[in-house]
């Protein structure tokens, strides 16, 4: 069993950055947590800190009951993955797998039944004889795996331990990644910058910006449910489109108004902001809520930039007052670049923003 709670925790490093304020997060009993953000967020800072690796210099971490914020890194019953998977050069795959559970004095046959299961389950098995260096970055990274698996530990970190795999095998990790969670049962704590490994792996996602958390919430809830333009432009490929303009009344009804463009909003929309007509505001269209536009349907209206096919869809880049838009299309639409075009928009999708805060409107 192993809950992991941060309260209040802040991170001040020896030269006075504040790399990490005021987190409280609950971290569930074998709940799969990614932490997502750009680089220098305080990802790592986070992780290390439930590794022992820095120490919290305000407010407490906790483990179950248990105030952590003094205990050594060897008597937290964590194991964790790093980047560069730190293997041992001049060592076996076997002795590099072995070496935590030998330095822990576990019986020798215990320590190579360890071995040789975790081996079998990450299918390493026939080069338990090989180095480091006779091994592929995939095969390395597995190979750490191995050396965290046999601890058996209570919490698993993992540092963007698929960063350094070329895209192909990263999507395949990925899966492994996920399945061991399922086998091994424990808490997985997860590092990464890349929004679609948190979005597969993730039970929930912890958004960070400059040592402060955006958001926390399932892979859904932060993608469908943003609540500030950071969150919702960190998530998603081609990412969401901002358009900034008006909230506006005509012939009855609330509309977002920039120029010649018209969008009605929805109920659920308007709910929020019908009386804040004249507001500054920031529209948000993910590029995959239009479609090819029929009668009556709320939509825009611009100039095809470009069209590029990709495999099964395809992206536009269109022009719609004054601005560029990305969208992403079924193959069964087909304008081509120079056109002037409408699209239909999926306006039940709609985010909005307050211009000033970046704040949700809808979301918070
Ligand atoms: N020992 C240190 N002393 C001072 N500042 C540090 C130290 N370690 C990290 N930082 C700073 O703290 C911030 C957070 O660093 P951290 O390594 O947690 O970022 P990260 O989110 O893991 O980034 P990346 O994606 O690049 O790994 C950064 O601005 C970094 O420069
Ligand atoms: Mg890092």
């Given at each position: 069993m192993a809950r992991i709670t941060f309260d209040s925790v802040g991170k001040k490093y020896p030269?006075?950055?504040?790399?990490?304020?005021?987190l409280n997060l609950d971290i569930a009993d074998k709940e799969f947590l990614v932490l997502l953000?750009?680089?220098?967020?305080g990802k790592s800072t986070t992780l290390n800190m439930i590794a022992g690796l820095e120490d919290v210099t305000d407010g407490n971490l906790l483990f179950d009951r248990d105030?952590?914020?003094?205990?050594p890194p060897h008597k937290r019953d964590v194991a964790m993955v790093f980047q560069s998977y730190a293997?041992?050069?001049?060592?076996?795959v076997y002795d590099n797998i072995a070496f935590g559970l030998r330095m822990r004095k576990h019986p020798k046959g215990e320590i190579d039944r360890r071995v040789r299961d975790a081996a079998r389950r990450l299918e390493i098995e026939p080069l338990?004889?090989?180095?480091?260096?006779?091994?592929s970055g995939g095969q390395r990274q597995r190979v750490a795996l191995g050396r965290a698996m046999?601890?058996?530990?209570?919490v698993f970190l993992m540092d963007?331990?698929?960063?350094?795999?070329d895209a192909a095998l990263r999507i395949s990790m990925r899966a492994e990644i996920k399945q061991l969670h399922q086998v091994m049962q424990t808490t997985f704590v997860y590092v990464t910058h890349d929004q679609a490994e948190a979005l597969t792996l993730a039970d929930r996602i912890v958004v960070m910006r400059g040592g402060v958390v955006q958001q926390v919430g399932s892979p859904d809830a932060i993608y469908?449910?943003?609540?500030n333009m950071f969150v919702a432009s960190f998530l998603g490929n081609p990412p969401i489109n901002f358009l900034e303009g008006r909230l506006a009344q005509e012939e009855g009804r609330v509309v977002f108004r920039r120029g010649q463009l018209r969008l009605g909003l929805p109920d659920h929309v308007i709910a929020k902001v019908?009386?804040?007509?004249?507001r500054e505001v920031v529209l948000g269209i993910r590029?995959?809520?239009?479609?090819e536009t029929q009668p009556g349907a709320e939509g825009v209206q611009g100039r095809i930039v470009s069209v590029l096919p990709v495999g099964s869809d395809q992206f536009y880049e269109m022009e719609v007052e004054g601005v560029k838009l990305f969208f992403r299309l079924g193959k069964e639409v087909q304008h081509r670049s120079g056109d002037n075009a409408a699209l239909g928009v999926n306006v039940n999708r709609l985010h909005l923003f307050d211009?000033?805060?970046?704040?949700?409107l809808v979301w918070n």
């Amino acid at each position: 069993m192993a809950r992991i709670t941060f309260d209040s925790v802040g991170k001040k490093y020896p030269n006075g950055f504040v790399a990490l304020e005021g987190l409280n997060l609950d971290i569930a009993d074998k709940e799969f947590l990614v932490l997502l953000g750009p680089s220098g967020c305080g990802k790592s800072t986070t992780l290390n800190m439930i590794a022992g690796l820095e120490d919290v210099t305000d407010g407490n971490l906790l483990f179950d009951r248990d105030v952590m914020n003094t205990v050594p890194p060897h008597k937290r019953d964590v194991a964790m993955v790093f980047q560069s998977y730190a293997l041992y050069p001049h060592k076996t795959v076997y002795d590099n797998i072995a070496f935590g559970l030998r330095m822990r004095k576990h019986p020798k046959g215990e320590i190579d039944r360890r071995v040789r299961d975790a081996a079998r389950r990450l299918e390493i098995e026939p080069l338990l004889e090989r180095r480091p260096d006779q091994l592929s970055g995939g095969q390395r990274q597995r190979v750490a795996l191995g050396r965290a698996m046999v601890r058996q530990p209570a919490v698993f970190l993992m540092d963007e331990p698929l960063s350094n795999l070329d895209a192909a095998l990263r999507i395949s990790m990925r899966a492994e990644i996920k399945q061991l969670h399922q086998v091994m049962q424990t808490t997985f704590v997860y590092v990464t910058h890349d929004q679609a490994e948190a979005l597969t792996l993730a039970d929930r996602i912890v958004v960070m910006r400059g040592g402060v958390v955006q958001q926390v919430g399932s892979p859904d809830a932060i993608y469908e449910q943003p609540r500030n333009m950071f969150v919702a432009s960190f998530l998603g490929n081609p990412p969401i489109n901002f358009l900034e303009g008006r909230l506006a009344q005509e012939e009855g009804r609330v509309v977002f108004r920039r120029g010649q463009l018209r969008l009605g909003l929805p109920d659920h929309v308007i709910a929020k902001v019908g009386s804040q007509v004249g507001r500054e505001v920031v529209l948000g269209i993910r590029a995959e809520d239009v479609f090819e536009t029929q009668p009556g349907a709320e939509g825009v209206q611009g100039r095809i930039v470009s069209v590029l096919p990709v495999g099964s869809d395809q992206f536009y880049e269109m022009e719609v007052e004054g601005v560029k838009l990305f969208f992403r299309l079924g193959k069964e639409v087909q304008h081509r670049s120079g056109d002037n075009a409408a699209l239909g928009v999926n306006v039940n999708r709609l985010h909005l923003f307050d211009k000033q805060t970046t704040q949700s409107l809808v979301w918070n």
